[in-house]
């Protein structure tokens, strides 16, 4: 039993204002793991005044000593992954390949592309006789999700250390325990005193303080879109910035050539992983009328090869995050049957043998069509809806008519219309064929919010932007 009851502000484990609790429930079992302090309006008001406590000597570190820091953490990072691996598994039922594997490493890997971006980064240029000079924004405070816990702190938390800002990080509280492993890396790395702050609990009585805060400059927020309103909505009091990383309904579009059969298997362990939970999944399948039989044979052989079962054991997904998670998918899949969509396989209840645990048939249906419910909302399990197009034309329209524009897939032999097809997408990240780039901008179009992440683009909002005018002679 986990027992996280302090949080860290201006370089300690500190008592919270309050006396409240949350017990942490292990998706796999249904049973209480860990016992976790909620923070209250009072904690927020410490954090953020150590953090702004520590802004004027952390703004003014130069990049060199930055740097170090961050390859401190680097340090203790590598030396807490199976820790942290360890954590994921427990409060939100990640398999024990993913948690180790991909889980963690993309923070790893987020971490080392920030020490490489901030090392070739231009932080004051000369115009002319002008001299643009970007400056950390302020004290920030830190939002993050449950679902990619380690991936979506890092690429909100070094970011900011690198542009030397300072903040405030609240996990979410379905994810705490890595949350809080993050923190004891960060102060292991010798990070000075309130640069990095950490204050557990929910959206109401952290979220809210931290999104309305008067002293703190910047919020970045990931989670749902309705949840990104209510931060917006708060944060525009005090006019501070606010960038969101929200909801998608990847469209995935599989060209009609030679590779049509594998590229359908592929999208189908694509969208499986992670137990469908993950905001830039391929969820949409978009293949031609024509073969909408044969990609429905398909999907059903490779959704037969997804195991699903206890995250410590050897099965490719583990179950979904909550109770609640996992009666609005069995509400959404009923729908789905409801509305005509022809159900290939999965679909409602648990798998069999498993009646403990958030566990949700991998499921696909097929024939849907982009105006039924499941062709339109984000169901966030381990569910695929494959929509059927005319042409080319008829899928690029499919694939932008959505309410989102977090990321999209395009799957075929001829790059070159690929390409051409990639252009037309309205969406922040288009993958070819699988392609991967940490250095990458990540983030959304429409009501998938706003502002980039990863690589050097993730910089851009972790600073402000000055223009020093008459400066002197320089280069044109």
């Known amino acids: 039993m986990r027992e996280y009851r302090k949080f860290y502000i201006g370089g300690q484990w500190v008592e919270p204002a309050g006396s409240a609790t949350m017990d942490i429930v292990n998706p796999a079992t249904e049973e209480v793991c860990g016992i976790v302090a909620m923070g209250s309006d009072a904690d927020v008001d410490r954090a953020v005044a150590a953090a702004r406590g520590a802004l004027p000597g952390w703004a003014a570190t130069p990049v060199a000593g930055r740097a170090d820091v961050l390859r401190a953490i680097l340090s203790e990072f590598e030396k807490r992954t199976a820790d942290l691996a360890e954590a994921l598994t427990e409060e939100m039922g990640a398999p024990k390949a993913l948690a ?139 006019v501070k910035r606010v960038t969101q990383e929200l909801g ?13 059969a594998a590229n359908v298997g592929k999208g189908v362990a694509s969208m499986m992983m992670n137990s469908g939970q993950t905001c830039s999944a391929p969820s949409r399948m978009l293949v031609p009328h024509s073969r909408m039989a044969e990609a429905a044979e398909i999907a059903r052989e490779a959704t037969a090869h997804v195991t699903v079962g206890d995250p410590n054991g050897d099965f490719a997904i583990g179950p979904v995050v909550a109770k609640s998670q996992f009666d609005s998918i069995q509400t959404l ?72 524009g977090l990321a999209a897939f395009i799957a075929g032999a001829d790059v070159e219309q690929a390409r051409s097809v990639a252009r037309r997408i309205q969406a922040g990240s288009v993958v070819i064929n699988d392609a991967f780039d940490f250095s990458a901008p990540f983030g959304g179009y429409k009501k998938s919010g706003n502002g980039r992440e990863w690589g050097d683009f993730g910089f851009l909002d972790y600073l402000e932007v000055k223009s020093v005018l008459g400066y002197g002679e320089g280069d044109s």
């Open 100 to 238: 180790s594997g991909f889980q963690v490493n993309l923070g790893a890997g987020h971490l080392n592309t920030a020490i490489e971006a901030l090392e070739n980064y231009r932080f004051e240029e000369q115009r002319g006789a002008s001299l643009i000079v970007q400056e950390p924004i302020g004290v920030c405070g830190l939002i993050t999700p449950w679902n990619w816990p380690i991936s979506l702190i890092a690429v909100k938390v070094f970011p900011a250390l690198a542009t030397g800002c300072t903040m405030v990080l609240k996990p979410s509280e379905r994810s705490p325990f890595s949350g809080q492993i993050f923190a004891e890396i960060l102060d292991s790395a010798g990070v000075p005193d309130g640069v990095f702050n950490l204050v557990q609990g929910d959206g109401p009585g952290v979220g809210a303080a931290l999104s309305g805060h008067p002293d703190i400059d910047m919020i970045s927020f990931t989670g749902s879109t309705r949840a990104g309103v209510d931060v917006a909505a708060r944060a525009a009091h005090s």
């Open 333 to 404: 899949l009923q729908q789905g049957i409801d509305e005509g969509a022809t159900l290939v396989a999965g679909g409602p209840g648990r798998p069999d043998g498993l009646e403990k645990g958030y566990y949700v048939k991998p499921t696909v249906f097929a024939d849907v069509k982009n105006d039924m419910t499941i062709g339109r909302t984000e169901i966030f399990g381990p569910v695929l809806t494959i929509i059927g197009y005319d042409n080319i034309d008829n899928a690029v329209e499919i694939a932008n008519d959505t309410d989102y």
């Open 248 to 260: 998608g309904k990847g469209p995935n579009i599989i060209l009609d050539d030679d590779d049509f």
